[in-house]
């Protein structure tokens, strides 16, 4: 089923405050993301947020190379963040990824 109006809309706004600068093709598969079921109780924004660190970090750095090579979830995360964060920062995003931030 696909989101109501307001949600896309909502969903929209916050993807381009987030990420001024950031190439058509991957705000498109951020945006499908957040607009997903299992997203849809939480603030647009949050849901664009979780969803464009979940993208960059699989479709723009080496953690699936991480994880192949035997690192577990939490340490691949861990040595990606640079290359998420330098992603982002290419993208003009006005949010940076914490490194110690647990829940990301």
Avoid: C
């Avoid at 723009?60 to 995360?77: I, N, Q, T, V």
């Avoid at 861990?78 to 290419?90: K, P, S």
């Amino acid at each position: 089923m696909a989101a109501p109006t307001g949600r896309r809309r909502a969903v929209a706004r916050s993807l381009t405050a987030l990420l001024p600068l950031a190439p058509y093709a991957d705000t498109e598969a951020i945006r499908a993301d957040a607009l997903a079921v299992h997203m849809k109780t939480l603030p647009p924004s949050i849901a664009v947020w979780l969803a464009t660190v979940a993208h960059v970090r699989h479709a723009h750095s080496d953690y699936e190379k991480l994880l192949s090579e035997g690192y577990d979830r939490d340490s691949a995360r861990f040595f990606v963040i640079g290359q998420i964060n330098a992603t982002l920062t290419r993208w003009r995003a006005t949010r940076l990824l914490d490194p110690d931030d647990e829940d990301v």
